[in-house]
Each structure stands twice: as structure tokens, then as C-alpha cells.
């Protein structure tokens, strides 16, 4: 019999290692083997993508993983076992996982397992950078709550568990010394925060464990066929400094290969994740002037579609329906919304797929008789339907 030890089996050890670390902090779930293991080196991300048969957009999340689950539900894209059942759909979440609940690392590791599980079946789910992501790669934790500074404490003590196993073995794979340059004081944060605070620097830092894993392979602008994503919107002066470039040079800035990512793209309230130009309630507010610049010099595209202003009665749309925006506050910690998202068929028809029974009714009156009429399927997006809040975030 074969004498198996840590020598003659390092990689299985260290994968069986992180594998257990991943476990332990996703919730338990098991990621299923990455097609581009190294970040740096994936050539599939991209910026534009060609129009599919059926496009999902999805809002703010929050860190509410529940409200996650059951927006993914509503647009039939995980079964009951929250695997990917969404076929060739591509889904587009516009950013804002992070701050305000304190499921942020599980809702990370959520989408990257149903990124590599659609990929199986031809779809596609693409994440994009909010200004909360951008915030807290710049250490701006002002929206961190407790329950997110305890599950991030929690995410450094299992990466210390696996370091002990791995000290265990020779050949038990890479240390991550996760916390190295962290500061032990800060004189402004309450001693029992500190540990939390203290890991969710050193996981979300420029080229930190989790922004270099994960948020590292965001975008922060989207061209889906005829439709393209932003978190906050964009202005021609975006548009003529490069999509490409922009989702470049913000990249490179989360990996540590940039000291710095100009502000007119991520920082001030004309960046493209902070702008609310094309968000106002109601349309005389909205800049569609701007928004019809912006547009035409995209090729092809016919509309904007955004999240991070608030819309308390759900998604919508105004400047001729090409301003789309689908921050419906879902998160318990942002507004308790009802669940709901976008849908954009290859035929371009658009319908909300909402799971408020109020807006259902609403809906009915517009339905056609041929149309599935299904509770929590709504037909149409509405001009000028909501009343914005907004969120100093």
C-alpha cells in the first residue's frame, strides 16, 4: 500500500484547505471549479457584450442575501437548491453588494458560483462596482453595520484556521498572511469592532484577499447589446474618456497595479457611480438631454439602465424610456422593497418582474390577453412611476 503523506499530495491538500475555508465562510457552499483561475490573466472579461436572447438586471442589494435569493427566484434563474437554472439567460447586477447588511460575503460568493455555473449552460452573470464597492476599497466603511464587521471577523478567523492547517503540512499550500500592515489600534472604533475592522481592511484594500478575488473582475460599465449599464449613470465625458478604459483602469486600481483611479470616474457626484442625473422622480428633473448625447455615441445602444437612487415604488423608466432605473431599495437595510427586476427580451420588449401584488393589479390593466399573467409578472415598464428616495451613501 502507497504511503500517502503531505509531501506526495501537496496540491490536494491545499485545495482541500481553501476549499474548506471557502465553506465555511460562503454559508456552505462549494464553488465550482473557476474556468479562469487567475484574474490577472482573464481574457473574457470584457466591456461589451453581444444582445442575448433574455437580459436580467437586478438593483442594489445591500447585503441582504434573502432578498437576493428572491429576486433571482422571481426571474427563474436558481431552483429551490439555489443552483443555476437560468439557461442561457445573461444577468447584469449593477453593484452595491456591499455596506448597509451582513450578508456581503456570502452574496460575493453566491455570484461567483453562479457565474460559473451559467457558464456551463451558456449564460452569462456579470457584477458590476457600485460606490459602495468603491467605498470600501478606499477604507470608507461609514456603512458598514455590525453584523457585517462580525461576518468579515469571521472571514479572517477561518483564513487563520486554514494558516494553521497549512503550517500543519509541509506542502499545504500558500499562507495568507491576509492581515499584514493592518493597524492593531484605532482610536475611534469601540475595542470588541476592532477585529472586524481590522479584516475588512485587509479584505477589501487595493490587491486585498477579497477585492483582489472577487471585486477585481467587476465592471464598472456594461454594454449589453442594446442596452448599457451603470451604477449611478454616465455623461459623454465618460463615454469619450473610453468604456474600456474606464473598466481598465478601475480594475487595475482594486488589483494594486494602480496607486490611484481618477475621481471623475468613481469619486463625486459626477462619477459614474455616484451620478443621479437621469434619477429624479420626475422627468422635467431628469437631464435627458445629456442622456441623448450620452447615447448616441455608443453604437447601437438605446437605453441607460442604473441603480443607486432609490425608487420606493419600483422600477421604471423616464426620458422616453431610455433612462431605466431599477434600485428598488430590496434590502432590509435600505428600504425592505419588494423584490424586483428587469427583463429585456432579444426582441427588445421590456417587462418588470415584480413580486408586489399592488403593482400587479396595476399591471393588469395594460396586459395583453396573450400575456402570461402569473402573480409576480408584471408587463411594461412605467413612465414616472415611483417617488425617489435618496440615500446620502
Not at 64 to 91: E, F, H, M, P
Request: aromatic share 6%; proline share 5%; glycine share 10%.
Amino acid at each position: 500500500m502507497t504511503n500517502i503523506d503531505c509531501e506526495t499530495l501537496p496540491s490536494l491538500v491545499s485545495s482541500f484547505i481553501d476549499t474548506f475555508v471557502d465553506f465555511s465562510v460562503s454559508g456552505g457552499l462549494f464553488l465550482p471549479p473557476d474556468p479562469h483561475p487567475d484574474p490577472l490573466n482573464n481574457t473574457t472579461t470584457k466591456t461589451v457584450y453581444p444582445q442575448p436572447k433574455r437580459l436580467i438586471a437586478i438593483g442594489d442589494l445591500h447585503g441582504d442575501l434573502i432578498k437576493a435569493k428572491q429576486a433571482l427566484r422571481l426571474a427563474s434563474l436558481i431552483d429551490s437548491n439555489d443552483r443555476w437554472s437560468g439557461g442561457t439567460t445573461t444577468v447584469v447586477q449593477v453593484g452595491d453588494i456591499f455596506d448597509r447588511g451582513g450578508d456581503e460575503i456570502k452574496l460575493l460568493y453566491l455570484f461567483e458560483k453562479l457565474k460559473r455555473e451559467a457558464a456551463k449552460s451558456g449564460g452569462r452573470v456579470i457584477t458590476m462596482n457600485g460606490n459602495h464597492e468603491i467605498m470600501n476599497v478606499d477604507g470608507d466603511f461609514r456603512f458598514a453595520t455590525l453584523e457585517g464587521l462580525r461576518e468579515f471577523e469571521n472571514w479572517g478567523f477561518w483564513i487563520s484556521v486554514g494558516n494553521v492547517m497549512k503550517r500543519m503540512c509541509s506542502g499545504g499550500g500558500v499562507v495568507i498572511d491576509y492581515d499584514v500592515g493592518v493597524p492593531y489600534e484605532f482610536p475611534s472604533v469601540k475595542p470588541e469592532l476592532i477585529n472586524g475592522v481590522r479584516a475588512r481592511i485587509a479584505a477589501l484594500r487595493p490587491n486585498g484577499v477579497i477585492s483582489g478575488r472577487f471585486l477585481a473582475r467587476n465592471e464598472t460599465v456594461v454594454v449589453v447589446g442594446d442596452s448599457v449599464f451603470a451604477h449611478g449613470g454616465l455623461l459623454k465625458k465618460h463615454v469619450v474618456y473610453g468604456l474600456e478604459r474606464v473598466n481598465e483602469e478601475v480594475r487595475d486600481w482594486i488589483r494594486g497595479l494602480r496607486k490611484k483611479v481618477g475621481n471623475e470616474l468613481v469619486r463625486g457626484r459626477n462619477s459614474i457611480v455616484w451620478l443621479r442625473s437621469f434619477s429624479h422622480e420626475l422627468a422635467k428633473d431628469c437631464d435627458c438631454s445629456a442622456l441623448e448625447h450620452v447615447l448616441e455615441t455608443i453604437p447601437g445602444v438605446k437605453r441607460m439602465i442604473m441603480g443607486h437612487t432609490i425608487q420606493d415604488r419600483g422600477i421604471n423608466a423616464v426620458c422616453g424610456d431610455r433612462a431605466m432605473r431599477i434600485d428598488v431599495g430590496m434590502s432590509v437595510g435600505c428600504g425592505d422593497g419588494f423584490p424586483e427586476v428587469l427583463e429585456i427580451m432579444e426582441n427588445s420588449e421590456v417587462r418588470v418582474l415584480t413580486s408586489n401584488p399592488k403593482y400587479m393589479r396595476e399591471y393588469e390593466g395594460l396586459v395583453d390577453g396573450n400575456v402570461d399573467k402569473r402573480p409576480g409578472l408584471g408587463l411594461l415598464i412605467p413612465e414616472q412611476r415611483p417617488t425617489q428616495i435618496e440615500v446620502n451613501a
